[in-house]
Every structure is written in structure tokens, then in C-alpha cells.
């Protein structure tokens, strides 16, 4: 064979071997563009996407593509999380990170991790409730931890391993205290699992429960950031109940591994205007959010940081040896 063809051959075979590779930082993008969601309607994570995704319409920061949403949900995350990883390469898909982006795989054979994905920004983080049911004989977290001591009570989380296990872990070792565990698959399992009293109290995300909250059903007893919700602010932290649990999990975008830096670097410029607009404002201040970001690579190394932490803890209460 020729050096020319030789050399055509090589461009040829570098352009299938990576067809998103080229002319990106001009075309991209160029087509529909999918955002999954790793959890059923209604919950922080499906909430969070989809008000994202209405900023970067209203705003025209995609180049006036479409957007496809959709909720893979199950497996606490592990079903939509690896529908996003085996599309390694291809840039016209994104998810949103949460707490069981991390735990899940750490205590399951899911096939991925986070180092399976192409880490775009963190755009908030969100803290917990503990909270019970209205008619619950708990009116205060106190109540609640001296009644724990007699009795096995039980606290529901979603994933056997996600960020409401870590709250119900730190508040057990700061009580000096145990519960029963109970994990539910997704957020509305999770709801419906101290609707029906099946449960005692629940760990989850304040947006989870809100509605139930505003209509009286439920009682929020503690929250797990170190100041106050600006959304419930009559809603006291465990800390300043005497209780060391201060924890947030990441609210972030990441798309599946291996696609370019100039994706990556497309998506971080334009998600920093997302979160500038005013109606990303609203939403962190709706939700009680805390709107610190941390971008591109930087966000990869924070998600690494958050696994250490994750199996520190889930070391700590035997989830793991």
C-alpha cells in the first residue's frame, strides 16, 4: 500500500472510531438531545432535571434543539445510570447525579460507577429531613431518639446504600442509638412507606416530601445541613439539637464516559449561564438549596472525594466490610 492511501486509510478509520470528534465546538448540537432520569416522577432528582431542562429551553442555551425526558427508574438509580453509561461516546445524553449515584454502586454489581461518566458541573446540594407522620406520638427529634432506646423503630430511606442511609447512620452513631433500617426503591415507595405506617419516621430529600408537609400529613423533625432550610425555616437542624449530623448530597449533570473535552467543555459554558438565570435562582431558593458549583474535571474529582466519604460511612454501620 501507497503512503497516500495509507495516510487516507488512518483519517478514515480515526473518523469512525470517533464520529463526535469532529467539528464539535461548531455543530454541537446538532440533533434531539435525551435527558434520563434515574427515578420515577415527582421526587428532588426528576424535579431537579426537569426545571433544568425547562432553563436551558427558555432560554434558547441549546441551540434550539428538543429535548427528549424520560424516567428510567429502578434499582435505586442503577437502572437509568447504566442506560446512560452504555451510551459511552455519545454526547446527545445526560443524566443528573444525586446521593445513589455514588452508594448504589458501591453496595451493588451495577456494571458502573462515577468513573463511567464525563463529570459536567456540580449546580446545587440539597440536605435531609427526618421526618414523621403528623399524628406520629414524636412531636421532637429528642422524642423520637429517647423512644429508640426502648424500642426498634423503624426509618425508611430509598436505596439500601444512598444518602438517607448515611443520615440515618450518622444520627445512630451521634444518638448512641439503632434503627431499622428499611429501604424503598424509589421516592414514592418511600412516601407511601410512612403514609401506611409501615414506617416510622423517613430520611429524604425536602422536595420529596413538601407537598405531604403542606397539606399537614407529615412532620419534619430535623434537617441535616449546618444552618437552617430558607424554605422551612421553622424546621431545626439536627446539629442544633445536639445531634453531629451535618450532610448534602450533590446535585450535578454528567454525560456518558468517553465523550470529547470540547463537549465537556460546551456543556460547563453553557450550564454556568443555566444557573445564572433567574429561574435556576428560583428554583434553588423554592427548594432550599445551596447554589455552590464545581465544574468539569474539578466536579470529577469532587464525585471521587464523595465515594471515599460514602464507604467511609457504610463502613462504619457494617454495609460494608
Known sequence: MNIKKTILLSVVTATIAMPFATAQ?????????????????????????????DVLKKNNL?????????????????????????????????????GNFIGTPIVSNTGWTYKDFTPIGLLAQ??????????????????????????????????????????????????????????????GGLTTSLTSGSVDAIVSNPAEVAGQVAAGNFRPLAYSEGIRSTVFPDVPTFIEQGYDVAFSLPRGVVLPGGVSKDVQAWWVATLKKAVKTPEWKTYLKKKGLSGNTVWGDQFGTYLEQTDLSFRATLKDVGVLK
Do not use: C, H, W
Not at 442511609?165 to 433500617?181: C, G, H, I, N, Q
Open 25 to 53: 465546538a461548531d455543530s454541537y448540537p446538532s440533533k434531539d438531545l435525551n435527558y434520563v432520569i434515574a427515578f420515577g416522577p415527582g421526587g428532588g432528582n426528576d424535579t431537579m432535571s426537569r426545571t433544568l431542562v
Open 126 to 187: 440539597d440536605a435531609m429531613f427526618l421526618s414523621v407522620r403528623a399524628d406520629s406520638p414524636y412531636k421532637t427529634l429528642k422524642e423520637f431518639i429517647q423512644a429508640s432506646k426502648t424500642e426498634r423503630l423503624k426509618v425508611g430511606g430509598t436505596g439500601a446504600a444512598g444518602p438517607e442511609r448515611v443520615v440515618a447512620a450518622m444520627l445512630e452513631k451521634s444518638a448512641d442509638t439503632k434503627f431499622v433500617y428499611v429501604p424503598s426503591q424509589d421516592d
Open 62 to 98: 441549546v441551540n434550539g434543539q428538543n429535548f427528549r425526558v424520560e424516567n428510567r427508574a429502578g434499582g435505586s438509580g442503577a437502572i437509568g445510570f447504566n442506560y446512560v453509561a452504555q451510551k459511552k461516546g455519545n454526547p446527545y445524553y445526560l443524566t443528573s447525579t444525586s
